[in-house]
Each structure stands twice: as structure tokens, then as C-alpha cells.
């Protein structure tokens, strides 16, 4: 998909979710469908997201919906 960029030596692919490192801390990263799923089945403004982000973090949850939603568009 990147191959023009493939060779530079600062483009890292990863996968979807990925395990990082930075300083030392190890780091859960997603892309956010995992979010987006959860704001699907609650009413309110884009500020929601930031407190969904934060709960689902301290509940620990990766895939709150799944697989209810991973089919749909």
C-alpha cells in the first residue's frame, strides 16, 4: 500500500491493534473502531468520546461490543 514510503527509514508499519514502546512504557494503541463501536449505543456530543476513551481504559476493555458490531458499516 506504502510502497514509496516502505524504504524511508522512519515509516513503521504496525498492526491493528499494536503493542508499543515509548520511554521505556509499553503502550496499547488502536485505531478507535473499537471506540467508534461504543458511541454507536449512547446519545450525546463528540465530548463523550474523550469520556468513553478514559472508562474504557479503566475498565480495561478492548473490545467492549465485539462481535456485535465488527460486520457492520
Known amino acids: 500500500m506504502f510502497k514509496e514510503l516502505a524504504p524511508s527509514a522512519g515509516f513503521k508499519t504496525h498492526t491493528n491493534p499494536c503493542w508499543l514502546e515509548i520511554g521505556g512504557k509499553s503502550?496499547?494503541?488502536?485505531?478507535?473502531?473499537?471506540?467508534?463501536?461504543?458511541?454507536?449505543?449512547?446519545?450525546?456530543?463528540?465530548?463523550?468520546?474523550?469520556?468513553?476513551?478514559?472508562?474504557?481504559?479503566?475498565?480495561?476493555?478492548?473490545?467492549?461490543?465485539?462481535?456485535?458490531t465488527l460486520c457492520e458499516s
Open 27 to 68: 503502550l496499547l494503541a488502536t485505531s478507535g473502531q473499537n471506540l467508534d463501536d461504543v458511541f454507536k449505543y449512547v446519545e450525546g456530543e463528540d465530548e463523550l468520546r474523550l469520556v468513553l476513551a478514559k472508562k474504557m481504559l479503566e475498565w480495561r476493555h478492548m473490545a467492549p461490543t465485539a462481535p456485535d
